[in-house]
């Protein structure tokens, strides 16, 4: 086998990091072949950059597109997991979020983490019913599901968690139980209050 | 589903684990910025939105420590409202990039067919230098007892002794020029990111390119990207198991 040559690969339009190493290498004192992909982060002298007005400096709705841009860009790692539909939804469900004709300029963008976390959530717990969207103060994403009189109330977090609140009427007077938990025991702490009723379809 | 022809089991894939496909041209010399504003302009009805980027190499002199801009160009891009759809032209290059949900090599390729002979003329039918078509998939793979056994799924993979078992991340590069067809490939998987809380993920890269004497007619262009179509599905059912086609189906 010959020795790597170097061949420029096709453009893509947002290259995938691959997973970091976990552990630092022993240095070598000539590199004699470094794959470009896993490069640490920062200056590189052959590659083009792209010269960008930092975000905050840019109009408003070239802020809205590209928060829209990374939440979207990143749907696209994970589509196949997601119903087209879902995914449909959600975005227009953002897009709304966003619209630069409603929007203060002391909001704030939806927090991809928080986004991430409730795609996330969908994915893993097979989520049919569709919730709706509203845009927290600090960015973060807050689901609403309603059964009747029971509303399950679910703010996505960084870092896969889940803050939540539930809100019943039982025949001994209304009810209101909340918490934290990490993403993937969602269906675990709400299985008390039936969380089937907010998360499957019937 | 074996016996049937690559082409035909390539389209059975229902969820396809494409994560981006991308058809792209480099021009032998650089279009001028007023050429590739006008390439833009001639698709902008196709697509929602527009943007605008500056490009720059950068050059940097380590005995004087200053660091010069270079070659700045302007790449111009547009996409579809769900950023799915891309066309995107600057002065060395071009392409057309559909993210996921990939909806199949018809709906792409017809979209890129019907747009190249617009812009080629536009932009003065310049010469190509390279053609490439790259298809980045992602592959999920469930974790079981923290394991994440990507071998089911993958058949091209780094033959190594138990010693290094399990391993805690991977990275591989194939190239490979086939000489009958002037075709060459650059193959790559490399554990990435998960995305999915319980499962592990790698990348499986494939990018067949023709960078010797490529056509720069816009209907010889499109019947040169079908070959390499045919060698990147005879490349990815190569590389995948059965287990993975279930998974994809």
Known sequence: MQALPIFEPSEVTKPERVQALRFEKTSDSVPVLEFPRVRKEGFSPWQNYFIDQPLKDRSVEEQLFAALADAKIWTSKIAMHLDPDTRKRLFSQLDVLHDAEEWDARDKVVNLESYKSLVRAIIHHSIDCRPSLALMPSGNLLAQWKDNQAILTVEFLTGNRARWLVQNHTADGPERVSGTSPLERLRIVLAPYSAERWFDAR | ?249
């Open chain 2, 1 to 249: 589903m074996h016996n049937m022809p690559v082409d035909d089991r390539h389209q059975l894939y229902a969820r396809p684990p494409i994560v981006e496909a991308v058809f792209e041209l480099r021009f032998a010399s650089p279009v001028s910025e007023n050429r590739s504003q006008r390439a833009c302009d001639r698709l902008a009805k196709e697509y929602t939105k527009s943007s605008v980027k500056k490009l720059a190499d950068v050059k940097v002199d380590f005995n004087t420590q200053q660091a010069t801009f270079v070659n700045t160009h302007t790449n111009f891009q547009l996409s579809s409202s769900d950023l799915a759809d891309i066309y995107a032209v600057s002065a060395n290059s071009m392409l057309w990039a559909r993210r996921a949900p990939y909806e199949g090599w018809e709906k792409f390729s017809s979209k890129f067919g019907a747009e190249l002979p617009q812009v080629m003329k536009v932009l003065g039918d310049p010469q190509i230098a390279r053609i490439g078509l790259r298809y980045v998939n992602r592959i999920d793979v469930r974790l079981d007892n923290e394991l994440a056994h990507y071998e089911d799924f993958l058949k091209f993979r780094i033959q190594h002794d138990d010693i290094l078992d399990p391993a805690t991340s991977f990275q591989w590069t194939l190239v490979k020029e086939f000489t009958d067809t002037g075709l060459k490939v650059l193959v790559q998987s490399a554990s990435v990111e998960p995305e999915i809380p319980g499962y592990a993920a790698f990348s499986f890269d494939i990018d067949v390119f023709c960078d010797s004497n490529p056509p720069s007619k816009a209907i010889d262009i499109l019947l040169r990207v079908k070959e390499m179509r045919v060698l990147k599905n005879k490349i990815f059912e190569a590389g995948i198991t059965d287990k993975a086609r279930e998974y994809y189906s």
